[in-house]
């Protein structure tokens, strides 16, 4: 456990700040090509991070590599304190930690209620499919639609609840809201703002800025497979022309 002071996390009024993900010197490669070079970055218990960048600046690859889907890696990551670099992904999974894709992974032949049922508990504390509801109306609504017959949101829902039953409590999303209708975002802002509350550590890589902005409490900005700068979330304005630099096309 290591604990950090409030200046250095934004000011967050915490009595303690326990590490639960650690990245030191993290580099990971795609056969011959370089991907990572050296990411260090500690996440602390119920703080949302996230990482900002443009296409190919490395932010999806340091979410593989903390869950061992790259196939070599070196340096080191901790999480919940134990050395994760040589463990297989679903060891990985049993620490806690949760993976939303991009593509989502929807059994497209079972319905909603079947895809909430299908994933193992990993570890204590995963939400009861009652709970899932509560948190995610919509997914009570489709609850035997197929996978096939659902929006983009409706699936994106699904994907996260799926998640949140195994048990993990750190939840490495990525673009959870590429393509979806604005009232879907907001939904999906307000379930992140109570897993928050609720002591849950979330890693996010977004493209949407205005969504990510209220949400996290650190910006970290990848550029070229390297962590490149952080804002705090009270330092928005003043490094404005930081996102401009390293976000703008």
Same mark, same amino acid.
């Given at each position: 456990m290591a604990v950090m002071d409030n200046h250095e996390l934004g000011g967050q009024h915490l009595s303690e700040h326990i590490e639960e993900l650690r990245l030191t010197d993290v580099h990971a490669y795609? !056969? $011959? *090509?370089?991907?990572?070079? #050296?990411?260090?970055?500690?996440?602390?218990? !119920?703080? @949302?991070?996230? @990482?900002?960048? =443009? %296409?190919? *600046? !490395?932010?999806?690859?340091? @979410?593989r590599a903390i869950m061992g889907l790259i196939g070599h890696r070196t340096g080191s990551i901790h999480i919940k304190g134990e050395e994760v670099i040589g463990m297989a992904p679903h060891k990985i999974a049993h620490l806690g930690v949760g993976y939303c894709p991009e593509e989502r992974g929807i059994f497209a032949s079972l319905s909603v209620e079947e895809n909430l049922m299908l994933p193992p508990q990993v570890c204590a504390g995963g939400m009861s499919v009652a709970e899932i509801y509560e948190m995610f109306p919509n997914l009570a609504e489709r609850r035997k639609s197929q996978g096939t017959l659902l929006s !983009? #949101? $409706?699936?994106?829902?699904?994907?996260?609840? =799926?998640?949140?039953?195994? #048990?993990? %409590?750190? @939840?490495?999303?990525d673009e959870i809201t590429e393509g979806l209708a604005p009232v879907i975002v907001d939904t999906l802002g307000e379930v992140l703002i109570t897993l928050k509350q609720r002591g849950y550590t979330v890693v996010l890589v977004e493209q949407n800025f205005r969504f990510a902005a209220p949400l996290a409490d650190r910006h970290l900005i990848m550029d070229h497979g390297h962590i490149a700068t952080t804002v705090l979330k009270d330092e928005l304005e003043e490094k404005a022309h930081v996102f401009e630099e390293y976000l703008s096309v």
């Amino acid at each position: 456990m290591a604990v950090m002071d409030n200046h250095e996390l934004g000011g967050q009024h915490l009595s303690e700040h326990i590490e639960e993900l650690r990245l030191t010197d993290v580099h990971a490669y795609y !056969g $011959e *090509s370089h991907a990572l070079h #050296g990411i260090d970055m500690t996440v602390y218990r !119920g703080e @949302l991070v996230t @990482l900002l960048g =443009r %296409n190919g *600046s !490395g932010r999806t690859t340091t @979410l593989r590599a903390i869950m061992g889907l790259i196939g070599h890696r070196t340096g080191s990551i901790h999480i919940k304190g134990e050395e994760v670099i040589g463990m297989a992904p679903h060891k990985i999974a049993h620490l806690g930690v949760g993976y939303c894709p991009e593509e989502r992974g929807i059994f497209a032949s079972l319905s909603v209620e079947e895809n909430l049922m299908l994933p193992p508990q990993v570890c204590a504390g995963g939400m009861s499919v009652a709970e899932i509801y509560e948190m995610f109306p919509n997914l009570a609504e489709r609850r035997k639609s197929q996978g096939t017959l659902l929006s !983009g #949101g $409706e699936q994106q829902m699904l994907a996260m609840a =799926r998640i949140l039953r195994t #048990g993990a %409590n750190i @939840l490495l999303l990525d673009e959870i809201t590429e393509g979806l209708a604005p009232v879907i975002v907001d939904t999906l802002g307000e379930v992140l703002i109570t897993l928050k509350q609720r002591g849950y550590t979330v890693v996010l890589v977004e493209q949407n800025f205005r969504f990510a902005a209220p949400l996290a409490d650190r910006h970290l900005i990848m550029d070229h497979g390297h962590i490149a700068t952080t804002v705090l979330k009270d330092e928005l304005e003043e490094k404005a022309h930081v996102f401009e630099e390293y976000l703008s096309v």
